[in-house]
């Protein structure tokens, strides 16, 4: 978990000159960090090549806006770095 | 290439989805408003629409890996170089590849050359975004065909 969280959060860090220490396990990309939808996708692209995996970011946005995922579950940093780490172990089953 | 209609291309030349990859060429016109503007007396091909030409080259690659399901809309240039200035009536060939395809985005990166020389690069971020209207994605096919694009062979 902590190392999916370093890569993370290095990856946050370069992409949106963010200073890392503000970079939390708590944080929200989007509420805390202030990160906009373009440079998630940047994000995204980062994540999806260094972990060999597909965020499904249309799924995701699909069950907020039907109101059946909180924004937290895919956006709060430890929560994003759970599902990474699922999407990774579903890689390797 | 129909540049008052912002519609690049000419030509595909190649088009191969397994590769992700596609080449494109287009003739600039020898007229166009477009050149009495940019500019009076020294007609210059706006770098801006050599990006232009990049990215529908691209955009159609990524049309079809999609197999036509939504709109690629130009989210990101990054690296953009234009190398060299380019005329009325340059010959212009384009090569656009897909390096991922991501969910609900994909990212690319585009070449363009002139009489051989490197002219423009970059690359290239899409949001892949639902069709905004039911004649957009109708109007595909007959623009396809007229540029040489293998549309239908790829459409779900």
Redesign the interface.
């Known amino acids: 978990m902590s190392t999916t969280f370093d890569k993370v959060a290095e990856i946050i860090a370069e992409t949106c000159d963010i200073p890392r220490e503000n970079i939390k396990p708590e944080s929200h990309a989007i509420n805390d960090l202030e990160i906009d939808s373009l440079d998630f996708l940047d994000i995204a692209f980062a994540i999806d090549k260094a972990f060999g995996i597909k965020l499904p970011l249309e799924q995701w946005t699909q069950e907020v806006n039907d109101g059946k995922a909180t924004t937290d579950q895919y956006f709060v940093l430890k929560n994003l770095c759970e599902r990474i780490d699922e999407l990774i172990a579903a890689k390797g089953a | 290439m129909r540049l008052e209609y912002f519609q690049m291309i000419d030509r595909f030349v190649d088009v191969n989805v397994g590769e992700r990859v596609a080449r494109a060429i287009c003739t600039v016109p020898l007229q166009s408003p477009v050149f009495e503007g940019h500019f009076p007396g020294y007609p210059l091909m706006p770098g801006v629409l050599l990006i232009e030409c990049m990215a529908q080259t691209t955009g159609w690659l990524v049309s079809a890996l999609t197999g036509f399901t939504g709109l690629p809309a130009l989210?990101?240039v990054k690296e953009g170089k234009i190398r060299n200035a380019v005329f009325p009536g340059d010959q212009l060939e384009f090569e656009g590849k897909v390096i991922?395809?991501?969910?609900?985005?994909a990212?690319g990166e585009a070449k363009g050359w002139c009489k051989g020389a490197a002219i423009c690069d970059a690359t290239l971020?899409y949001?892949i975004i639902p069709y905004p209207s039911p004649e957009l994605r109708a109007g595909l096919w007959e623009w396809a065909e007229r540029i040489n694009f293998p549309a239908k062979e790829f459409a779900k």
Not at chain 2, 100 to 105: C, I, K, L, Q, R
């Open positions: 989210a990101g991922h395809e991501g969910s609900g985005y990212i971020t949001r």
